[in-house]
């Protein structure tokens, strides 16, 4: 998460006199991640979390700011800091157990994902996820938007459609009388393709032409009279149009994969009986 430089803080109470300055020792061998640049009361500062902290800064707080002077202020922002968590660690409450724990969770959680998410995804990862999407096939699929009234008796529906037939506005019958929540809609079901609906009502829809009514039409939801108002040619998007959407698929897939995996070869018993409303009950922090 993207940090100020330096938090704010309370003022301090002025010191009757400048404190000495810290302690110094020269660097040995060549420095990496565990070089330790300060130690405040024993505990190390290194190189590594100076480095983890700078990737951390917003840019624009950082930007033009020469190497030294921001090592000189995130030294002194993690003194500061080391110096205080110190103070806390010594005892610290129920609410900052819970609070690391869920920071250390959380971290740990997403580290593993992005390296998971890191790698670049194949040109064969790329095909499948396109032909899954498209299909293998590149032909224009048809879409239609159409508008239904479902009811739940064949003898509605006859009802219906003998009221359309007379000229009835299909928009206000399916906002009186279909079930669903497309009545909001005056029926509207926006745009889909034959695949996407079950099939009696994909059926009807294909062999109807555009403003058409069709007859009652059965599915297991019930009882349709549909109306086709519109239909278009869908055509697939080149390969290389979608690269980005493509690759951006195949790593959400493989990060799901890779929870789905770790969740089922571990051990989880939930704790069965515990009210739901505990979540409320933020005093239990602070005993």
Do not use: C
């Not at 840019?59 to 002194?76: H, I, K, N, R, Y």
């Not at 019958?173 to 009502?201: C, H, I, Q, Y």
Request: aromatic share 4%; glycine share 6%; no cysteine.
């Amino acid at each position: 998460m993207a940090q100020p430089l330096l938090a704010q803080t309370a003022p301090e109470t002025p010191a009757p006199a400048p404190a000495a300055p810290p302690a110094s020792a020269e660097a040995t061998g060549a420095p990496d991640a565990d070089t330790v640049i300060a130690t405040v009361n024993g505990e190390a500062i290194t190189l590594g979390q100076m480095i983890a902290m700078k990737e951390g800064l917003h840019a624009g707080s950082v930007e033009g700011l020469p190497d030294a002077a921001l090592w000189d202020l995130m030294l002194d922002q993690m003194i500061r800091q080391t110096a205080v968590a110190q103070v806390a660690a010594q005892s610290p409450t129920k609410r900052d157990k819970a609070f690391l724990e869920n920071e250390r969770r959380g971290y740990q959680y997403a580290s593993v994902l992005e390296r998971v998410a890191a790698a670049e995804p194949t040109e064969e990862e790329l095909r499948a996820v396109y032909d899954a999407a498209f299909g293998q096939k590149t032909e224009p699929k048809t879409e239609y938007n159409a508008a239904h009234i479902l009811v739940k008796t064949e003898e509605e529906a006859k009802a219906v459609a003998d009221e359309l037939a007379k000229g009835a506005d299909f928009g206000k019958l399916a906002e009186e009388r279909s079930t669903d929540n497309s009545s909001a809609n005056k029926g509207d079901l926006g745009w889909f393709t034959a695949d996407m609906m079950v099939e009696p009502f994909a059926k009807a829809v294909e062999a109807l032409e555009k403003g058409q009514v069709s007859a009652p039409v059965q599915s297991q939801f019930g009882w349709h009279v549909i109306k086709l108002i519109d239909e278009r040619t869908q055509t697939p998007p080149e390969f290389e149009a979608v690269r980005e959407q493509l690759a951006t698929e195949v790593r959400r897939n493989k990060v799901e994969a890779e929870i789905q995996k770790r969740v089922d070869a571990a051990t989880v018993e939930k704790t069965q009986g515990l009210d739901a409303a505990l979540l409320n009950r933020s005093d239990l922090l602070d005993k």
